[in-house]
């Protein structure tokens, strides 16, 4: 006989809260974006501090970094180079590959977002003290790297 599995979860889990915590930000990072009235729209926004932090970088892997769809991304990323944000040419180690970056055009783009992100930064940790909000950003990022080394581990490429 099978045992029922309980209906409720204990919404505080830690993936529960990373998971929403992920979602609320960017919905709120969306929100602020739009409201600045950027040449970009949001998902492009991000796509662009997303190849800021990675550098140039093969499409395929930008989409998986970024947990979107390949043609998702590629529609985002036609629409920033036809204004010049970004550009795109083929991989010298595989010419059907295609390497993205910015162009010097995106940096003015990117400064108004790096300005909003660090206002979001700011207003989310009003409450509590610098070195407690610190503490907390090196805990996560020992989190990131326990987990990239366990993909590491099983065979997958690092995200």
């Known amino acids: 006989m099978l045992s029922k599995l309980p209906r409720h979860l204990d919404p505080d889990t830690f993936g529960f809260i990373i998971g929403d915590l992920s979602r609320l930000m960017r919905a709120e990072m969306e929100r602020r974006i739009a409201q600045?009235?950027?040449s970009v729209t949001p998902a492009e926004g991000r796509t662009l501090a997303n190849i800021a932090r990675i550098g140039c970088v093969r499409q395929n892997v930008l989409a998986e970094r970024m947990g979107l769809e390949a043609m998702t991304l590629s529609?985002?990323?036609?629409?920033?180079e036809a204004r010049g944000l970004v550009s795109r040419k083929?991989?010298?180690?595989?010419?059907?590959?295609?390497?993205?970056?910015?162009?010097?055009?995106a940096d003015a783009v990117l400064d108004h977002v790096r300005r909003i992100s660090e206002q979001l930064r700011a207003d989310l940790s009003r409450g509590m003290p610098q070195a407690r909000w610190g503490q907390l950003l090196e805990?996560?990022?020992?989190?990131?790297?326990?987990?990239?080394?366990?993909?590491?581990?099983?065979?997958?490429?690092p995200a």
């Open 36 to 38: 600045a009235g950027l």
């Open 75 to 80: 529609t985002y990323l036609d629409r920033l």
């Open 90 to 105: 083929p991989d010298p180690a595989d010419r059907r590959a295609k390497l993205v970056d910015l162009t010097p055009a």
């Open 139 to 157: 805990e996560l990022k020992q989190i990131r790297a326990d987990l990239a080394a366990m993909r590491s581990q099983a065979g997958d490429r």
